[in-house]
């Protein structure tokens, strides 16, 4: 092995990310340039909204049920180190609707939706069904990649909403239940706290998250490689894409939102 | 109507079209032969547009096809003259059958209410020989060959002047293989389109076929009638109509 192997490794990694990135922004303007321009597939549109959005109502649900539940705890254990534990129904409600809602539920709608918008179309592209569509005068964005990025698009602040108030709600069970806080005060504390824009941000994020998981199922499904393993490969993509996707754009989200 | 003038195509190192020039005549059943991974897909694709090709002239009807690179509205009027039976059928499967054979007539320009598409595609199932009743089931629930037939039936189902058949027989029993081979031949005359068939199953091209061409090295090895095809000398032909491990043909692609 010469000396300039690692070299070259690095150049060929480099070389293959902007390439890779490259690919991704084409795919991302053609799917705005498909989302604006007729048809519209109404029916599609509408089953996406059903599986990407309506269920996936329960796996956000118990998500956030539980990490309201244990994040009330941790603020109790840290609030008592300075005899604070008072605020422990604003920075739960606060918690929530800025991050957790948004990051937590967005990560489970990574792992469900990407993953199976990745694997469906996948096995489409494996099947030659992507290619029946082209020969049935069907445009394969219009028709596949559009109605699911807007059903997730659109879904998401609406998952993140519910996800933020069951979140909230497990605080208070926990709050009420285990540390002893006047339900009446709980409540009055969270909803005195909490303004508009600790939730508006949490839905804006939503959206975009939404966004980048269902943009991502499908990105690489159309990409799938052959075979089972192709669409294997391109699950294990999907939602690995999606995720990184998330926690990067959170970041920067919350930089441009709350930085000051 | 059809005529393809020096098609290349390569894939990375790996050269599928090295020069391909055909021509099929309207109304005209043309069969195209030759070994797995010799490219008859690709061409097939490239004319459609699903396939871009590196260089080379496609026309049709003397128009040059220029693919991908058409408007929305020329490639839609374009594509609304083929139908295509795939190799796996590629019903889609989250519709049903009636859904998948009507497909285009649900969609697009020039669409049919529902009750008229259904009652079209229910038609056209007719014909490829499955019961209504197959209409409300999903692809999934049918057999190899009844999946095959519903392919048929969607390819026919806007009445197409051009209808592609790809592999038509793979993975059928030799009787059903023979009945969608009948089948073809009866619907491709009666409905007099011009038809492209790519087979290496040679009772399927004695069946379909009125010319037949041979692709091999990317290149076309022979054309010629059906009739002629086994009094020709040429030791590709031959070794391939008469499955030789020996000649001209590496088995080893």
């Known amino acids: 092995m010469s000396v300039t192997a690692p070299l070259a490794w690095l150049g060929h990694l480099v070389l293959s990310i902007l390439a890779e990135t490259g690919r991704v922004s084409r795919f991302t303007g053609a799917t705005l340039a498909a989302l604006v321009r007729p048809p519209f597939y109404a029916r599609e549109f509408l089953h996406a909204l059903l599986q990407i959005g309506w269920l996936s109502l329960p796996v956000v649900g118990m998500t956030a049920l539980f990490t309201g539940g244990a994040l009330a705890l941790q603020i109790y254990a840290g609030g008592a180190r300075f005899s604070a534990e008072s605020v422990v129904p604003s920075i739960v409600a606060i918690g929530m609707a800025r991050e957790l809602g948004p990051v937590l539920g967005g990560l489970m709608v990574a792992a469900r939706v990407a993953s199976s918008i990745a694997a469906e179309i996948g096995t489409m592209k494996v099947t030659e069904q992507v290619d029946a569509l082209v020969t049935l005068s069907t445009d394969p964005m219009k028709y596949l990649t559009v109605p699911r990025v807007l059903a997730a698009t659109l879904s998401m602040p609406v998952l993140v909403a519910v996800g933020d108030s069951i979140g909230i709600f497990g605080g208070y069970l926990v709050g009420v239940n285990r540390l002893d806080f006047n339900g009446a005060t709980y409540i009055k504390n969270t909803v005195d706290f909490l303004q508009f824009w600790d939730v508006g941000s949490g839905l804006v994020k939503g959206a975009v998250f939404g966004f980048l998981v269902a943009l991502m199922g499908c990105y690489h499904g159309m990409n799938s490689g052959r075979g089972a393993q192709g669409v294997g490969r391109a699950t294990k993509s999907a939602v690995v894409a999606a995720s990184v996707l998330i926690l990067a754009a959170n970041y920067l989200l919350t930089e441009a939102f709350f930085s000051a | ?201 040679m009772t399927s091209v004695r069946a379909i076929a009125d010319r037949v061409a041979m692709l091999h090295g990317g290149q076309i090895r022979w054309t010629g009638p059906v009739a002629d095809m086994d009094a020709t000398p040429d030791p590709y032909v031959q070794q391939f109509i008469h499955g030789r491990a020996e000649g001209p043909i590496a088995a080893v692609r």
């Open chain 2, 1 to 201: 109507m059809i005529r393809l003038t020096d098609l290349h195509k390569s894939f990375g190192a790996n050269r599928v079209l090295a020069g391909v020039t055909l021509e099929v005549a309207r109304g005209e059943s043309m069969v195209i032969i030759g070994g797995s991974g010799t490219g008859k897909s690709v061409l097939l694709k490239s004319i459609l547009g699903l396939v871009t090709p590196d260089a080379g002239r496609i026309e049709i009807d003397g128009q040059e096809v220029a693919g991908a690179r058409m408007g929305r509205a020329a490639r839609e009027a374009f594509l609304a003259r083929f139908g295509m039976l795939f190799q796996g059928a590629a019903l889609f499967d989250s519709l049903k059958v009636w859904e998948n054979v009507a497909f285009r007539l649900l969609h697009g320009p020039g669409k049919l209410s529902k009750a008229e598409a259904r009652d079209r595609a229910i038609d056209r199932l007719r014909r490829v020989g499955l019961r209504p009743e197959v209409a409300d089931l999903y692809p999934a629930e049918l057999s190899g060959g009844m999946q095959k037939r519903a392919g048929l039936a969607r390819a026919i189902a806007a009445n197409p002047e051009i209808i592609f058949f790809d592999e038509p027989t793979t993975g059928l029993d030799p009787i059903m293989a023979g009945v969608i081979n009948e089948l073809i031949r009866e619907i491709v005359t009666e409905m007099g389109a011009t038809a492209m068939t790519i087979t290496h199953d």
